[in-house]
């Protein structure tokens, strides 16, 4: 049977990466599923492939997580949302003392504000009727990110742990669980951003994981869908960590 069947989820930054494997699974598993992106064409091209893979509708919403009115307008339009998933973010690689007030505040905005504004805004709707919220944060939450630095990325991923046991005790008792996951190094085009296409760094990156290699999008993805489904019920402000021992 599939464990989402009636199920509406939202998922952020599913265009591409991790987002889009979660997407995929969650309409796998019979949820329907909306992709909520800021690149408008590649959301749209990512929910038509995915609608033909699964035979589920997934449709795309263009949408920038800092923009407060948009989130709300989603959360408004979107009906009775059952899942959602905060998984928009960005990476920003520098020295500390190298670091601008705009990318220090950039990625505050979309990392930390982003998912705050959608927890605040689809848990409105989903207050007394119950719903289960997964924010991704990273082994960035519980690390020093090196040989990179990336001081506002770390901070907003531990953050978003924070966050997450707040609202889990805050909203347990209308049946909405929050939980958070932490992907390890995972294959994708963020790691671009912070130095994957030098062999170096990349090789420094694997021999700090027990299990010397990359995550896949899709085995992040399959611990935000237990988090996500009804079977999960007992599981509320839990950081699951998925990244091959890498914090072991
Ligand atoms: P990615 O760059 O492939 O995907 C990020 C997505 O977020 C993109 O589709 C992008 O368009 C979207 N996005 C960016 N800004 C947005 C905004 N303002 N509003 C809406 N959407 C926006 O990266 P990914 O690796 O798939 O990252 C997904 C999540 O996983 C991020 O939160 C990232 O921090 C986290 N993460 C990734 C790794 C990794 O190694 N890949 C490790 C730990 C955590």
Redesign the pocket.
Known sequence: MNPLNGKTAVV??????????VARKLAAQGARVII????AD??RERASELASVTGMEVTAEP?????SRAVSGLAEKSGPVDIVI??????TNAPTLDMTDEAWQRTL???LT?TFLMCREFGRTMRGRGGAIVN?????GFKATRPEVHVG?DAT?AAIIGLTRTLAAEWAGEGIRVNAV??????????K?VGAENPETLAQWKSQVPQGR??E?TE?AEVVAFLAAPSSSAVTGHVLVADGGYTA
């Not at 952020?12 to 494997?21: C, D, H, L, S, V």
């Not at 905060?86 to 990476?91: D, R, Y």
């Not at 991704?136 to 960035?140: E, G, L, N, P, Q």
């Open positions: 952020t930054g599913a265009a591409q990466g991790i987002g889009a494997a909520a992106d800021v690149q590649a959301a949408l920038d997580v800092t923009d905060n998984n928009a973010g960005i990476a905005d979309i990392n982003g991704i944060s990273s082994i960035a990325y991923k932490a992907p390890g190094y995972a294959n994708t085009d963020i790691l951003a990359l995550m999008p992040i």
